[in-house]
């Protein structure tokens, strides 16, 4: 199966910052089929990217993702107090489908 | 709108069974790969089954095989996980989302909490 490894485990920012998510996959990912999902206490993961790249319907234009192959990034241009939350990424292009560890981005 | 409801959630001891049931409105089950994932507490992601448009093709995490059955009813557009012989560390939230391999899970439900214990 296709290990994802993301980086870092926590990230400490302040609001108006700029945030950047790493997730390194075992082997290639078929097809840019990686994700990644926002997830805030007691609420179920919400879609931001799919496609490595594409944005989700509604999510704002700070949010894009970048990357291929092996290696995909997240960035958050200006961080909003709402965007203080667990960042898991997914591959979704073999089976099995698998997720990154999440990486915990925090109020510093 | 799409939405999905899981229920069946509970507390249950150690070898124990339960069935947990994730409706669906805005979508037809039957015509989309459906998954169910869990989340054990403080955990990260784990999908635990997941079922193809035609029913063809099925997929267990190897932890709960021959445990857990997934399955669907087309006519209340509704998806299954019928849990059996239960463990300790089957304790998560469930939540049952739209999509698999070649699909993005872009629709989740709110989760239903099952935990196992004496």
């Known amino acids: 199966e296709i290990v994802l490894t993301q980086s870092p485990g926590t990230l400490s920012l302040s609001p108006g910052e700029r945030a950047t998510l790493s997730c390194r996959a075992s082997q290639s990912v078929s097809s840019s089929y990686l994700a990644w999902y926002q997830q805030k206490p007691g609420q179920a993961p919400r879609l931001l990217i799919y496609?490595?790249?594409s944005r989700a319907t509604g999510i704002p234009d700070r949010f894009s993702g970048s990357g291929s192959g092996t290696d995909f990034t997240l960035t958050i241009s200006r961080l909003e107090p709402e965007d203080f939350a667990v960042y898991y990424c997914q591959q979704y292009g073999t089976s099995p489908v698998t997720f990154g560890q999440g990486t915990r981005l925090e109020i510093k | 709108e799409v939405q999905l409801v899981e229920s069946g959630g509970g507390l249950v001891q150690p070898g124990g069974s339960l069935r947990l049931s994730c409706a669906a409105s805005g979508i037809t089950l039957s015509t989309n790969v459906m998954s169910w994932v869990r989340q054990a507490p403080g955990k990260g992601l784990q999908r635990v089954s997941a079922i193809d448009a035609g029913g063809a093709n099925i997929y267990y995490v190897d932890s709960v095989k021959g445990r857990f059955t997934i399955s669907r009813d087309s006519s209340k557009n509704t998806l299954y996980l019928q849990m059996n012989s239960l463990r300790a560390e089957d304790t998560a939230i469930y939540y049952c989302?739209?999509?698999?391999?070649?699909?993005?899970?872009?629709?989740w439900g709110q989760g239903t909490l099952v935990t196992v214990s004496s």
């Open positions: 496609g490595a790249s």
């Open positions: 989302a739209k999509g698999g391999v070649g699909h993005v899970s872009d629709y």
